[in-house]
Structures are given as structure tokens and as C-alpha cells.
């Protein structure tokens, strides 16, 4: 079955740090654009950070120099190392993959399997 | 960044009703547009993607349409089971960024 499995989130103080990581099956992680997308409490969705099929890494301004996303091929697992902490990080974290397809006339990228989801909750 | 606007914030109709959202970019994003719907305590589900093309297994009374910096997000006969709220994003420019969303439920 191709699905998106998240860890655990937890409770973290301020400044504190925890990996959080998405265990995916039926399709390969390192073929695919993999993100995370996350959703404060009662509020909208925020995209994150991807890790492209060859490596390259981007992320969102609010948690550049933070936040690192990372993947481990062999065990087919996307990670997000979460740094720093803040309050304001509170929210439910997906892992996404995105459909992508890119020519000279046509182009497309859509998150097309989602995870469920885990909650991390930044507070002391 | 690319900011992404929706209108309304959220609205109330009937089974059977038409439903349209509109979706403002900052910016023109040509067609680099998609919608999700989600439902409360679910994860996103793309309903519409690049503007104008049904998402697989979506049902047909979803549509959307529009190109540069205006689009359109129309459900054609409202069920039940579409409460839920819908956002836009755009694929443009990184970051990818996400509308505010609009939140529908049965009047």
C-alpha cells in the first residue's frame, strides 16, 4: 500500500529540539519531491520544507537556519530535524509527496499523498 | 513570497447549491494553481490541480478555472459531504504558499 507513516510528536520546551520522521511505503522517497507542510491549531496550512529528488533542500523563511529535512534511502524515511524551538513551531506536521512533472510546455506540482499527521506542541 | 488571498473566509449554503471561491495571487502564477479540500481532522486531499485539472477519483461537480493572478474554484450541486474547508496554493515560486482558506458548511 503506498501511504505516508508519521512519528510521534511531543511536547518540547522552548529551545528544545526533536526529529520527526515519515516512514513511507510502495513508492521509493528518493524518486520523489518530499515535503513537510504544517498547520498551527485552528489556522491554515504552511509549507515547510522539500528535499528534491536529487538532494537539493529549500525551506520557508520562518524556519530557515532551524529546521533541516533529510531522507535515508535505504531505510525509505523522510526526516525533519526541528531546532530552536519556538511557540510559535506549534502545529500538526505532515509529510507530503509531490507530484511533479516538468517540460518546456507544460509544468506541475501538487502534493499528491499526504500523512496523517503528528502534533508537536512547543511549551513549557 | 507569493501571497495568496480567498474570498469569502467562509460561507453557508444549501444541498444543491452553487458554491464559488475565488483565489487572488500577489502576482501573475500563469496556471501554477491547485485546491485542496480538508476536512476536520484530516489531512489535505487535491481536489484541482494546475488551475484547472480534476484530481483522480474527484467527482465532476468540482472545478477550477483562471490563469495570471485570478481563479476560480466552483462546486456545482453542494453535498453533504463537501463540508470541509478549501485552500489554494500556488507552485510558482518557492516557498509554496497556501491561501488562508475558505470554510463551507450547510446552511
Known amino acids: 500500500e503506498v501511504q505516508l507513516v508519521e512519528s510521534a510528536g511531543g511536547l518540547i520546551q522552548p529551545g528544545g529540539s526533536l526529529r520527526v520522521s515519515c516512514a513511507a511505503s510502495?513508492?521509493?522517497?528518493?524518486?520523489?519531491?518530499m515535503n513537510w507542510v504544517r498547520q498551527a491549531p485552528g489556522k491554515g496550512l504552511e509549507w515547510v520544507s522539500v528535499?528534491?529528488?536529487?538532494?537539493?533542500?529549500y525551506y520557508a523563511d520562518s524556519v530557515k537556519g532551524r529546521f533541516t529535512i533529510s531522507r535515508d534511502n535505504s531505510k525509505n524515511t523522510l526526516y525533519l530535524q526541528m531546532n530552536s524551538l519556538r511557540a510559535e513551531d506549534t502545529a500538526v506536521y505532515y509529510c507530503?509527496?509531490?507530484?511533479?512533472?516538468?517540460?518546456?510546455?507544460?509544468?506541475?506540482?501538487?502534493?499528491?499523498?499526504w500523512g496523517r499527521g503528528t502534533l508537536v506542541i512547543v511549551s513549557s | 513570497d507569493i501571497q495568496m488571498t480567498q474570498s469569502p473566509s467562509s460561507l453557508s449554503a444549501s444541498v444543491g447549491d452553487r458554491v464559488t471561491i475565488t483565489c487572488q495571487a500577489s502576482?501573475?502564477?500563469?496556471?501554477?494553481l491547485n485546491w485542496y479540500q480538508q476536512k476536520p481532522g484530516k489531512a489535505p486531499k487535491v481536489l484541482i490541480h494546475?488551475?484547472?485539472n480534476l484530481g483522480a477519483g474527484v467527482p465532476s461537480r468540482f472545478s477550477g478555472g483562471g490563469s495570471g493572478t485570478h481563479f476560480t474554484f466552483t462546486i456545482s450541486s453542494l453535498q453533504p459531504e463537501d463540508i470541509a474547508t478549501y485552500y489554494c496554493?500556488?507552485?510558482?515560486?518557492?516557498?509554496?504558499?497556501f491561501g488562508p482558506g475558505t470554510k463551507v458548511d450547510i446552511k
Open positions: 494546475d488551475a484547472s
Open positions: 502576482q501573475d502564477i500563469s496556471t501554477y
Open positions: 510502495g513508492f521509493p522517497v528518493s524518486r520523489n519531491y
Open positions: 496554493q500556488q507552485y510558482d515560486n518557492l516557498p509554496l504558499t
Open positions: 528535499i528534491y529528488s536529487g538532494g537539493s533542500t
Open positions: 507530503a509527496r509531490s507530484y511533479y512533472y516538468d517540460s518546456d510546455d507544460y509544468h506541475s506540482w501538487y502534493f499528491d499523498l
